[in-house]
């Protein structure tokens, strides 16, 4: 029987997700070829894509919290239904780039509804679908931050640009999704070199998806 996985990437604004995905990616790319299928959020499909832009847009200033909330919800529909349902239904290893726990922290916590409202609205998204395993890049808010001002000032979004405080209701938010999910979600100290961080991930997803990890070519649950 296939049963493919979901495996998600979380943690605040510049901890390395994207960085790390892409180098786990080039990793494991040979190993498990079409096996593989990486896609992010809000985003992974045209629709989705779209609004993504909506989200993002620093000029969207009137954007009230919960309709935020909502779009986010709606992106993710999309995205389960036209992507990631069908890769978990064939089998594959899907790996996304942000999922409901970045809207528990974010639209929960970040912008003050709270973590459980919005989990609970997430449902009518998800229909239950949770991450398999989610690997929680853990830095501190301000030197994520950092380094999005240092290194990527081109691609500065609606929400990078929130108080210091707004980051750090996110990542008390995530670190309380840690405790509370301890088998589900697994942090990884993203102050370290991007190397080192990129092992541990590959580490953790060898250690918690050893059917899809193992063997070359390897089998499948
Ligand atoms: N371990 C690391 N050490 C130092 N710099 C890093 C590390 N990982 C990533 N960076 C740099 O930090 C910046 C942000 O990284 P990246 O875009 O991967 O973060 P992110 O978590 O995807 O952020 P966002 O949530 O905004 O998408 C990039 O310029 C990247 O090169
Ligand atoms: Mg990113």
């Known amino acids: 029987m296939l049963t493919g996985k979901l495996v998600t990437f979380e943690g ?4 390395g997700k994207t960085s790390a995905l892409n180098a786990i990616v ?5 190993q498990l070829g079409d096996r593989l299928v990486v896609t992010r959020e809000p985003g992974g499909n045209q629709i989705s894509e779209a609004i993504r832009n909506i989200i993002l847009d620093r000029n969207n200033t009137a954007m009230d919290d919960r309709t935020e909330a909502l779009l986010y919800a709606a992106a993710r529909r999309q995205h389960i ?5 069908p890769a978990l239904d064939r089998g594959q ?5 942000r999922y409901l ?6 639209q929960g916590a970040g912008r003050e509804i709270g973590e459980q409202a919005v989990y609970d609205m997430n449902q009518f998204a998800t229909k239950g679908l949770t991450a398999d395993l989610t690997l929680y890049f ?4 301000a030197v994520g931050l950092n380094r999005i001002q240092q290194h990527r000032q081109n691609e500065i979004n609606r929400l990078d640009v929130e108080a ?6 996110v990542q008390a938010a995530y670190l309380q999704l840690l405790a509370d999910h301890p088998e589900r979600i697994k942090r990884i100290d993203a102050s370290q070199p991007l190397e080192e ?5 590959i580490q953790i997803m060898t250690t918690k998806l050893p059917t899809y990890m193992a063997t070359e070519g390897g089998e499948r649950e």
């Open 197 to 201: 961080v990129v092992t541990q991930a």
């Open 93 to 97: 290893l899907v790996l996304c780039d």
């Open 26 to 30: 080039a990793q494991l790319q040979p």
């Open 101 to 106: 726990d970045s809207s528990v922290a974010y």
């Open 138 to 141: 853990d830095v501190d808010a």
């Open 12 to 15: 605040p604004d510049g901890a």
């Open 81 to 85: 239904v036209q992507t990631i349902q």
């Open 164 to 169: 210091l405080s707004f980051h750090h209701r």
